[in-house]
Antibody, heavy 122, light 109 residues
Framework: QVQLQESGPGLVKPSETLSLTCGVS?????????WGWIRQPPGKGLEWIAS???????YYNPSLKSRVTLSIDTSNNQFSLNLNSVTAADTAVYFC???????????????WGHGTLVTVSS | EVVLTQSPATLSLSPGERATLSCRAS??????LAWFQQKPGQAPRLLIY???TRATGIPARFSGSGSGTDFTLTITSLEPEDFAVYYC???????????FGPGTKVEIK
């Protein structure tokens, strides 16, 4: 049973850095899967943030690229997101997810964490 | 960048009725399209990938079709647990940048 669990602060001050970690069980971050982060502002739709491959190659949403850092820790079977210079617009539920890889370009978010609400406020 | 539009925004139906949801891409995405179901307070659940392949454990009343720019999710007979928001999702060819549609809410009439 694949399970993902987000962890990190629920409240971040404006201009500071949002840091989240996704712990993975039932699947290995050193396998051929990709891993990603998606967010959802309250009452709104889904926005992909970034993804990382098992060998550490990162892919970013162009609108967030300048503020995002991703890393993968295969020894602890987890991956992390840093989003700097946050504003109220970054308030959202943040989901981590596994990407099922069926081919080099054939990737689908098949397992998701429950999500964690991060509020940006002073 | 691929832009996805979904219609209708809201679909009001009764249990037992057929639901037909549409997703249109701004450029061809081939067969690389997925559908997700999301209920309040929950993470999205993968229903369909590669436009028409049901994910593990998804009931047969859910089916997907289409290729290129026009896609459809059909729920043949709505069960009470099917009332939710449905998102389509695709990506650019390279690098893999992922896009979600704005969603269709299927509500009880």
């Amino acid at each position: 049973q694949v399970q993902l669990q987000e962890s990190g602060p629920g409240l971040v001050k404006p201009s500071e850095t949002l840091s989240l970690t996704c712990g993975v069980s039932g699947s290995s971050t050193s396998s051929g899967h990709y891993w990603g982060w998606i967010r959802q502002p309250p009452g709104k739709g889904l926005e992909w943030i970034a993804s990382v491959s098992h060998f550490g190659t990162n892919y970013y949403n162009p609108s967030l690229k300048s503020r995002v850092t991703l890393s993968i820790d295969t020894s602890n079977n987890q991956f992390s997101l840093n989003l700097n210079s946050v504003t109220a617009a970054d308030t959202a539920v943040y989901f981590c997810a596994r990407l099922l890889r069926l081919g080099s370009l054939d990737l689908y978010f098949d397992y998701w964490g429950h999500g964690t609400l991060v509020t940006v406020s002073s | 960048e691929v832009v996805l539009t979904q219609s209708p925004a809201t679909l009001s139906l009764s249990p037992g009725e057929r639901a037909t949801l549409s997703c249109r891409a701004s450029q061809s995405v081939g067969p690389y399209l997925a559908w997700f179901q999301q209920k309040p307070g929950q993470a999205p659940r993968l229903l369909i990938y590669q436009a028409s392949t049901r994910a593990t454990g998804i009931p047969a009343r859910f089916s997907g079709s289409g290729s290129g720019t026009d896609f459809t999710l059909t729920i043949t007979s709505l069960e009470p647990e099917d009332f939710a928001v449905y998102y389509c999702q695709s990506r650019n060819n390279w690098p893999p940048e992922f896009t979600f549609g704005p969603g269709t809410k299927v509500e009880i009439k």
